[in-house]
């Protein structure tokens, strides 16, 4: 038997011990604020269609586009604003689950650093 049973089963580490990627707002979807992205990646699969990992944002507003990526998010801790445009805005905090479906637009209002679990379709 080759590899470990286990391998298929992977536990979300929500304090990953190694360095995250460090980015920054692309300048044409920055709106407000000047907030800087921690991403930490822990899996890929499906031909790298399928991300998993945990992301942290400081406070600022942004615009968020999917395109065709579908994105669930779990939130650690923060709390967010999220406007989709035309409809009205919610907010998430610790605790709050949620999904951007592919063709979501809209602003993304970090209230307070935020840090959530995602996982990427696309």
Avoid: Q
């Avoid at 615009?63 to 998010?73: D, P, Q």
């Avoid at 406007?83 to 907010?91: H, L, N, S, T, Y």
Wanted: with cysteine; glycine share 10%; charged share 25%.
């Amino acid at each position: 038997m080759k590899g470990h049973p286990l391998s298929l089963l992977k536990t979300v580490d929500t304090n990953p011990a190694f360095s995250p990627r460090e980015s920054g707002a692309l300048p044409e979807r920055l709106i407000t604020g000047n907030s800087a992205f921690k991403t930490w990646a822990l899996d890929v699969a499906k031909d790298d269609l399928v991300h998993t990992g945990v992301w942290e944002a400081t406070p600022g507003e942004t615009r968020s586009i999917k395109g065709e990526t579908f994105e669930f998010c779990h939130i650690l801790s923060g709390v967010i604003e999220i406007a989709p445009d035309g409809g009205k805005p919610v907010i998430y905090r610790a605790g709050d689950s949620f999904v951007m479906k592919p063709g979501f637009a809209g602003v993304w209002k970090t209230i307070e650093t935020v840090r959530k679990i995602y996982v990427t379709v696309g």
